[in-house]
Each structure stands twice: as C-alpha cells, then as structure tokens.
C-alpha cells in the first residue's frame, strides 16, 4: 500500500526533492491494513489541482490523493489503497502540528531552512509506511536535529489578535512561536505556558435580520513550555452546563457577561483527568511537549451575534441599481475587530460599480471583482458600538427581468476578535504544580473569536 506525503505552498513554490526512506527495522504497528510503503516527496505542485475550490481528497488513475491546508501550506498524502479519508486527514493534521512544535513558526521560509529536520520528523512518524507516532514529547527520543530558528523581525505583523493577557500585561503572540526543543540564547529556558480560547461563528440572517441558525465551534488550545510536565489545573466556569438546556444567552454581553454558559457537547484531550470537573468544571492534566487541544466543544444555544449586518439591493432605474451595506457591531467599545471583510455576488450581467463610503472614513477599502462579479469591502478594524455603512450604484449590461434580489447575495463577512468570546467560556485561573517556593511561571491566556460562516441572506 504505497504512501507519499508532500509539502507543497499555495503559490507552489517549495523545493523538488525525492528520497526513498531507510527504515529502522521497526515492528510496524497495525494489522496490515495500515499504510506501507514509503517515500516523501516534496514538489512543485500536485496534479488534481486546479482553479476554485480543491476537494480533500481525488483520485486519479487509481491513486487516491488527500490534502489538507494549514497556513498556506498544501500537507498532501497519496495512496493506491482504500484507507479511511478520516485517518488520512487527521494524520496530516496531526504532521503538520509537530512540524510547528519543532519548527516554532510553519511558513514556506522555515521549511526551507528546516529540510533536514522536517524530513527527519516524516521517517520517524511513518515508518515502512506504517505510523509510528504523532507525539511530540516521543519523537525527542529519535530526532536530533536541532532547528534553524526563523528571524521573528521576518514574521508579518500581528494585529490585537495576536496578544495575551497575563492580568494588566501583555505580550505579543509571537512569543508562542518558539521551537519547544530549542533553549532560549544562553541555554537557559523561559518557563510559561500559554492558552488559546478560540472559537469559530456560525450565523445565518434573514432578509428582515433575524437569526435563522447560530452555532459556536470553540476549542482551547495549550501550548507548554514547562521543564520537568508539571500537574497542572485548569478552571472553568462554574455554572458551566453540558447538554441542551433550551436556555438563551441572548441578553448577556461580551466575554465578561454573567449568567450560565451552556455547551451542546464536549471533548477532552486523552491526558485531561475529569474527577473533579464535575464538582467544579477544573481539569487537571499533565500537559505533554507542544501544542495540543485541551478541549473542544459545540454550543447551538442562542447567543447575541458580534455583527449585525443589514443588506438592501433596489432598482433605481431599467439599467441601474443600488446597494446599502450596513454594519453595526454588537460587542463593548473597549474591543476592536479586524481583518474585516464583506462580500457580496451581483448580477452575472453588472457591468460597473461605484462605491460611495462614509464621510471620513479611514482603513477601508473598496473592490468589484468583475471576473467573478462580487463586491468586496475591506475594513482595518471596527469598535465596538460603531456602525458602518456602504453605498454603491451599479451598471448593468441588460434590463433586469426577474426579482433583482433572487440575482444578487447572499452577504458573507469574515472577521477576528481578540479579546472576546461569545460563548463567555472563561479560564478562572491556571494553577501550576509548585516544584520549589521560587518557582512562578508565566501564565498567558488569549481569546479569539472568527468568523467560520456569516451571512445575511437579501
């Protein structure tokens, strides 16, 4: 059962290389079922690929070819056997984390200087095509590469989403893109851990603004840069409540809100012990090396959305129309959403669009991308409480014949949140096994709300 897995950029530009691997005389794990074989190859592109959406997995002349894609970078696997697209998908998924826990930042750059290690990684996880392990902390025993640390002054600029919160402090995410085997300059080795609350919006708006469907698809994520694993507790709200309990958070505000907090349903990582989250919602873990979901979790209870989006398309003559944009955001003035996008699909047959922004209006910008006829709004960032709003005429080639509106829409938007969750899932506090009276790590927890979903029919 042949298997390759490649690295390949979006823009397809990382190196050609092809290698047979040299196995270990490892007894292989599995029943036979599993995936044999092996080569790694990384290379310039991959030949189901074409323009639009790629699907995740294709097969071409009885090869079967998955990929997943995690920060601009195509983590492609290929097989001639019928193996599972789920255990395929995760594996890539699961490759691609150890490559950051040992790399510090994933990008085509530190690839390219990390070849030897990331290749390195690819023979110890799958071995003779069978995989071995995923684990960070158990592939230090067999890999002894040490990584070329990216220059961080290389890295883009991060914006509010990319800091953490320690009480008044601040510090910024790049402090969590360091290697988890490589010391600090001098040998020594800055004890902190940090903690991501991320979660992911689904919401659909009708023509008249009401909420059709809502859903929050959130996880917290822990990356450890702890000596020696120490026990670690971890508190969560204590009138959290699991299962539907067909009550509403609607009138509760931000991620500093009161009030219950209810989750459809739940998971935990295997090193999370549960006796006492029953109790009081605290999960205590021996967090292993590198970065790993603590928990993951669904809530489809009503919540009061970040946005609030009204969209408007009338005619206003045989050959013209007019849309109205408007935006209000729902959350406290003290935080600030960015990387804002809007989008909307026009008639196939518009021709021109004038845009029309508020007066003194700052960081934004407008587009009509005619191949695809979409109009696309860009705003650097939005405060909460403020409300934004876009006007724009368009030109069409031919005389509408139906209802303009079933021709036009619906309005997506993509956007971050730092600093706010919808779900008001807290950390209460970090509690870290004392190894000795002086011991005091730092303790760094961010929360992030993005967009997964957002629309508002018209």
């Not at 920060?71 to 998908?89: E, H, K, Y």
């Not at 402090?169 to 609350?197: C, H, L, Q, W």
């Not at 469907?213 to 507790?233: A, C, F, H, V, W």
Request: proline share 5%.
């Amino acid at each position: 059962m042949p298997w390759v897995s490649n690295l390949v950029t979006e823009s397809a530009q990382v190196f050609n290389c092809e290698q047979e691997l040299v196995g270990k005389g490892r007894r292989p794990l599995g029943d036979g079922s599993a995936i044999v074989g092996a080569r790694v190859m990384c290379n310039r592109g991959c030949l189901f690929v074409s323009k639009g959406r790629r699907p995740l997995n294709k097969n071409v002349d009885g090869v079967n070819y998955f990929h997943v894609k995690v920060v601009g970078l195509l983590f492609v696997a290929t097989t001639r056997a019928n193996v599972s697209p789920s255990l395929v998908l995760e594996l890539l998924q699961r490759i691609a984390r150890v490559i950051k826990d040992y790399l510090g930042v994933l990008n085509e750059d530190s690839l390219r200087k990390n070849f030897v290690l990331v290749y390195e990684l690819l023979d110890e996880v799958v071995d003779f095509g069978y995989v071995q392990t995923t684990s960070t902390e158990l592939l230090k025993s067999y890999v002894f590469n040490e990584p070329i640390v990216v220059d961080a002054a290389r890295l883009p600029t991060l914006g509010p989403a990319g800091i953490f919160m320690q009480g008044s402090k601040r510090m910024p995410g790049t402090a969590v893109t360091k290697s988890v085997v490589a010391n600090e300059p001098g040998g020594r080795k800055r004890e902190e851990i940090f903690v991501d609350i991320i979660e992911k919006i689904s919401v659909t708006f009708s023509s008249s603004g009401y909420i059709l469907t809502s859903e929050i698809d959130g996880t917290i994520q822990m990356k450890s840069y702890l000596t020696g694993n120490p026990e670690i507790r971890l508190a969560l709200n204590e009138d959290l409540s699991i299962g539907r309990g067909g009550r509403s958070i609607y009138d509760s505000s931000g991620s500093s809100g009161s009030g219950a907090v209810i989750l459809d349903d739940c998971n935990f990582h295997e090193s999370v012990h549960l006796d006492s989250f029953e109790m009081d919602r605290t999960l205590t873990l021996v967090p292993p090396d590198g970065e790993f979901p603590v928990m993951n979790y669904r809530m489809t209870q009503e919540f009061k959305p970040p946005f609030h989006i009204n969209a408007l398309i009338e005619e206003a003559g045989s050959l013209k129309a007019e849309v109205i944009l408007k935006i209000r955001a729902e959350f406290a003035s003290s935080i600030t959403a960015n990387t804002i996008l809007v989008q909307m699909p026009l008639p196939t047959y518009t021709t021109r669009v004038s845009f029309e922004l508020e007066p003194g209006a700052v960081g934004q910008m407008t587009d009509f991308k005619e191949p695809n006829k979409k109009l696309e709004w860009s705003l650097k960032k939005i405060v909460g409480g403020s409300e934004h709003t876009l006007r724009a005429k368009l030109t069409f080639l031919q005389e509408s014949h139906g209802n303009i509106t079933k021709e036009a829409g619906p309005v997506s938007m993509t956007f971050t949140i730092p600093m706010y969750n919808a779900s008001r899932l807290q950390v209460k506090y970090l509690q870290i096994a004392k190894k000795s009276k002086t011991y005091n790590p730092y303790r760094w927890v961010r929360y992030v709300t993005q967009s997964n979903s957002y629309v508002a029919r018209i």
